[in-house]
Every structure is written in structure tokens, then in C-alpha cells.
């Protein structure tokens, strides 16, 4: 895919200020976790993500503005990676997960309605409504996907934008029993103001469901800028299950589970190798180098029964209960 003429010149005009301080906790006391170019479209520019010593945030620092944010957004649903992410909803196993997730909200009788942030195609609302049939599934998404979403079904009612947005934050405000963010915490610029968001969605007593990477895996440290969670530039913030559970806590939520068994996505490996590939050999990529990705990518699943019961676990789900 050749440059964006707005990248040409360079991408510092995408950045902001490089932080002295943690976003989450405001420690001064940071070290940088890794440095990576953009693997996924080979963009000029190197980003950076810090850690924070005293409460392991991870973070993109210098953060990429939102002119920078919306052009790598762009790039990747407009690039091959896209349709390996919408794959990973659509396969199997991607609607075992989210037939889990389901299930696992069962602490409330069956919810009226239900919104998913990040919906994009509406994968997730559409299993969902299998064991759900008189749910209201409603997305919101900042792409036009989610248009397309309404088109086939797999929503009822669109909301096109950011649920931080004022406008889109006072039509929903209190409309749902559930809120559910499938990989979506991680992309935002304030994970903290999107979890405020989230519960101001939410009617006294509805449930939050959230699943984002654990920066704790060992696969981050093994594989560093090749493991997938990790993805720069679009990864903005990785959130430590403790620092989620304690702000949730801290906004009035109780914590009614965490589980690192059934989000896990059984895809580090494969994901490594195709990032790899895709860097030393972009011009071949696909086609020729498809078999090993296929052969990997059949060890990750091998592998997933015995490492989603371990640390190696790559994410995380916690369901939440609004205060009344």
C-alpha cells in the first residue's frame, strides 16, 4: 500500500507532546516498553509505548493525535489485516466466545436491551440474539460498518460516532441493561472517560462487560513488537486487570467476575509470524508465505485448551454491576 501523501512529510504532526507522567496514576516513574514502526502498513515512524513502574500501565507516549488516530484507523480497516481481524468474530471459535460472553451475564434476567460499542459488521449482537431472542441489540461504531450492520439485521438501531461525544452520550443516557466493549478499551484516547461513558449508558444495576489484551501475558514480553495486542500505532492504552477492576470499583460498580479462560484469542503466535512475513517479504505477502501462517495458526489452537488456563492467557473479560 503506498503512503499517504499527508504522511509524507513526516509524522510528527500526528503526535502530540511525549508525557512525563502516567495517564493512569500520574507517576512520574516511566520506562519504555518497546519501540516499533508500523507493521501493519510499513507507515513512516517509529512509535513508543511506556509503562508505568508503580501501577504497570501501558501506554502510547507520545500519543498519536486525533488527526493521526483517525488516519491509522482508516488504514487498517482498509488494509489485508482488517479481514484477518473480522475473521477472528466469524470462525467457530469467535462465536464460541461470544456465546461465553453471553452466558456469562446470566446474573440478570434477560436484558431488554443491550448495546455493543465497537460493534463494527455486528458480529457479536447477531450470536447473540440466537440465545438472546428478545433482546434489543443495539451498536455503536465510528465506522460505516456499522450502517451496514442495521442493513443485514445484526442491529436495530445504529449510532454512528464515539460514545464520549456529548450528543451520542445524552440520546443513550440510561437506555440499557447491558454495555459490552469487545477489544475496544484499548483503542481509546481516555479509557477512563469511556468507562464513565459506558455506565452513564447504563440503567441502576445493568451490567459493563469489557475484554482487552493483559499486558501481563508472557507472550508480550516473548514477542514484543510482534505480539499482536501490542499493534502500534492503534493501540493507545493496555490496561492491567487490577488497575480496571479498581476504577470500576471506584466509580460504584461491583466486580461479579474476571476470567481469563474463555476471552483468550488463540492467535500470538500466527500473528507474530504473518507480522513478520508481512515485514521481511511485503511484496510475496499473502499468498506464498499462506501455508506456514495456516500451520502456526493450527499450533495456537492447539495450544489455546492448556494456555488459556495459564498466565499466557492474552486477555481478559470482567463484568461489572452499575450501583443503583
Known amino acids: 500500500m503506498p503512503p499517504r501523501p499527508e504522511l509524507r512529510p513526516g509524522t510528527d504532526r500526528f503526535h502530540e507532546a511525549r508525557r512525563q507522567d502516567c495517564p493512569w496514576c500520574g507517576s512520574r516513574r516511566l520506562r519504555t516498553r ?15 509505548l511506556d509503562e508505568c513502574r508503580d501501577c504497570a500501565h501501558t501506554f502510547q507516549n507520545p500519543r498519536l493525535t486525533w488527526e493521526g ?46 448495546l455493543d460499542i465497537g460493534t463494527g459488521h455486528g458480529h457479536f449482537p447477531h450470536t447473540a440474539k440466537q440465545l438472546l431472542p428478545y433482546t434489543a441489540f443495539d451498536g455503536l461504531d465510528p465506522t460505516l460498518r456499522i450502517v451496514r450492520a442495521q442493513a443485514t439485521g445484526r442491529i436495530e438501531e445504529a449510532h454512528l460516532g464515539h460514545l464520549t461525544t456529548p450528543e451520542v452520550l ?19 484516547p481516555d479509557p477512563r472517560a ?16 469489557v475484554e482487552t489484551p493483559d499486558p501481563r501475558s508472557p507472550f508480550a514480553r516473548l514477542l514484543g513488537k510482534w505480539w499482536f495486542p ?30 481469563h479462560r474463555a476471552p483468550h484469542l488463540p492467535y500470538d503466535l500466527s500473528a507474530a509470524v504473518a ?20 500451520t502456526v495458526a493450527a499450533v495456537d489452537h492447539a495450544l ?21
Open 34 to 48: 518497546l519501540r516499533t514502526p508500523d507493521l501493519l502498513h510499513h507507515r513512516p515512524g517509529t512509535f513508543a
Open 230 to 259: 501490542h499493534g502500534q500505532p492503534r493501540q493507545l492504552h493496555l490496561l492491567p486487570p487490577a488497575n480496571l477492576r479498581a476504577e470500576l470499583e471506584s466509580q460504584g460498580c461491583e466486580i461479579l467476575t474476571t476470567d
Open 304 to 324: 489455546a485448551p492448556v494456555l488459556r488456563r495459564t498466565r499466557f492467557s492474552n486477555t481478559y473479560r470482567i463484568i461489572a454491576r452499575k450501583g443503583r
Open 69 to 114: 488516530f483517525g488516519l491509522y484507523h482508516r488504514d487498517f480497516y482498509e488494509g489485508r489485516l482488517a479481514d484477518h481481524a473480522e475473521r477472528g468474530h466469524t470462525t467457530r471459535a469467535g462465536r464460541r466466545r461470544h456465546r461465553a460472553a453471553v452466558r456469562a451475564t446470566r446474573a440478570l434476567p434477560e436484558p431488554e436491551s443491550w
Open 170 to 188: 445524552t440520546r443513550l443516557r440510561a437506555r440499557y441493561d447491558v454495555v459490552s466493549m469487545f477489544h475496544h478499551l484499548e483503542h481509546a
Open 194 to 209: 469511556e468507562l464513565r461513558a459506558a455506565l452513564t449508558a447504563l440503567r441502576p444495576g445493568g451490567l459493563l462487560l
Open 275 to 294: 507480522l513478520m512475513l508481512g515485514r521481511l517479504l511485503p511484496k510475496r505477502w499473502p499468498r506464498a508465505t499462506a501455508p506456514l501462517v495456516a
